[in-house]
């Protein structure tokens, strides 16, 4: 039972109590895995396209884009605290009294630390590190080895000092120009000017932590004249969080809700999935998606920006069928060759699933069910190939209904108990680098509302720490899994080369961050 107490903050987030009753019941249950058919491979699921046929979707998207409103959406809010938790975790054990920094590394065999400390020079924040030191440690410049490689740690993350940790990735610098370092975020901007801009306008949405948004704006401010010079772009910045009414309730180990110390009920922020709300209040004919930390240095994503083209001119391609079968529908006037041409394109282009019994409708029924089919949210999405690296990928995927779709799954949504589901999973040949752009208009121009095609079945049922205690969190379906499970999906093969995440700090020493 809620206390008036407990009701009142319930309202006040803009939640029910029978949304929060149905979040109890759902970490009880448990959740529900996703049902796999097979992996998505090129032919079956996943479309290869020729150089030449790449070259006319880019073409046609340049084409039409200048009629567009777009604009790029960037999910910010992720902190860096865990790109360096290997490097805590190095200040926490490493003790120069009992052993050398070379010992240490020898007996732990410990890589990360290896590869940062014999790179320290290649850094992008390198010379604003050292600059620190010599400014606040009067004898910096005659430290041994260890000792400047401990100093220089303790200065990129202590609080008194550069405190990088408690900055969002987003902030951090990425990438170094000569003597000028260059955040994710700046580079976010130009890169849109590459292939989301028109008109001469670039339009940016971030989502970010409240507490961070300050810093997005002091940052944008310092920047935006200097990247409006050199690109000739206005840019149109703006920001959100994620909002209270999608937070969610943990239960303990014993099922009870879990309380704060002042008998509070604890509301968690619940994953990506969240961030539907915040896409959703956007009214664009193209959004394209891109996570923060997915970013290369300036001359490595002019070639790298061709795919968002390629994947911006399949889906208006796409799109443009859709909106002329639809119209069509509307006057009444389709034969059955019609209607066989439209199921034809739902199953070979849109990987949609017709029903068996299609044949067998009437006119009237065959027009109702295209409709319900065709109109709805359209993404197009880069895949590449996978070569070892963790996360989700694209299925087929039985629902409860027993209907038949193409999806991005994550592993959390798999039941790797299932030796079946196992080997699906094996067999996959291909990943999710999160490289989206969506159409979230329909044929007559009106927006959709993205919440009517959510699976809330796909919700993700995690394990956390608070305050000491394990307790059972619940995230929303993904943003890009269970969010758009009833969107129509087309996806399209590109690049590893497109997909350069930085999860630790040592990912910045990859050729993809490095300035030739």
Not at 465 to 478: F, H, I, M, S
Request: glycine residues 4%; contains cysteine.
């Amino acid at each position: 039972m809620f206390t008036e107490k407990d009701i009142q903050l319930i309202h006040k987030k803009g939640i029910t109590v029978d949304q929060v009753y149905a979040q109890i019941a759902r970490l009880k249950n448990g959740m529900s895995y996703s049902k796999l058919l097979a992996a998505a491979t090129i032919g079956r699921g996943i479309e290869r396209f020729s150089e030449n046929e790449m070259q006319d979707y880019i073409s046609y998207y340049e084409k039409k884009k200048e009629d567009l409103s777009i604009i790029k959406f960037v999910p910010a809010s992720g902190a860096a605290t865990r790109m360096f938790k290997f490097l805590f975790q190095f200040l926490r054990t490493f003790n120069s009294d009992k052993e050398t920094l070379s010992q240490f590394i020898d007996r732990q065999n410990n890589d990360l630390v290896r590869i940062f400390f014999s790179s320290l020079e290649a850094l992008p924040f390198y010379t604003e590190v050292i600059r620190e030191l010599k400014r606040t440690v009067p004898d910096f410049d005659y430290f041994s080895h260890d000792e400047t490689c401990i100093a220089f740690v303790k200065a990129m993350l202590n609080k008194e000092a550069l405190n990088y940790s408690f900055f969002p990735k987003g902030l951090l610098p990425f990438h170094r120009y000569e003597e000028d370092m260059v955040t994710a975020f700046g580079e976010h901007l130009l890169e849109s000017t590459l292939y989301a801009s028109s008109n001469g306008k670039a339009n940016l949405h971030f989502t970010v932590s409240e507490k961070h948004q300050d810093y997005f704006k002091s940052e944008f401010e310092r920047i935006n004249e200097d990247l409006k010079k050199a690109t000739g772009v206005e840019f149109k910045v703006t920001y959100s969080y994620q909002k209270e009414a999608t937070e969610t309730v943990a239960l303990t180990s014993d099922n009870s809700i879990y309380r704060n110390e002042n008998d509070s009920i604890l509301f968690r922020p619940a994953g990506h999935g969240a961030l539907l709300e915040n896409l959703n209040d956007l009214d664009y004919d193209l959004i394209f998606i891109k996570n923060i930390d997915n970013i290369t240095v300036a001359d490595k994503n002019v070639a790298i920006s061709e795919y968002k083209k390629l994947l911006a001119g399949v889906l208006l391609s796409v799109q443009e069928k859709v909106f002329a079968y639809l119209n069509k529908l509307d006057k009444n006037d389709c034969d059955d060759e019609d209607f066989k041409i439209m199921a034809l394109f739902l199953i070979h282009r849109l990987n949609v699933t017709v029903s068996p019994d299609f044949d067998d409708y009437n006119s009237d029924r065959k027009s109702a069910y295209l409709k319900e089919k065709l109109n709805r949210p359209i993404r197009v999405c880069g895949m590449v190939k996978n070569e070892g690296q963790p996360g989700g990928g694209p299925f087929w995927v039985r629902d409860n209904e027993g209907n038949v779709s193409l999806q991005i799954v994550e592993f959390a949504q798999i039941n790797f108990s299932s030796k079946e589901q196992q080997g699906i999973v094996y067999k996959a040949t291909h990943f999710n680098p999160t490289d989206l752009v969506c159409g979230v208009k329909n044929y007559k121009g009106e927006k959709f509302n993205l919440k009517a095609y959510v699976d809330h079945e796909a919700a993700f049922i995690t394990m956390k720490t608070q305050n000491g205690t394990d307790v059972k969190a619940l995230e929303l379906p993904g943003l890009w899994n269970g969010s758009m499970a009833y969107w129509n999906s087309v996806f399209v093969e590109v690049p590893l080369e497109t997909f350069n995440p930085v999860k630790t700090v040592n990912d910045l020493l990859k050729p993809a961050h490095q300035v030739e």
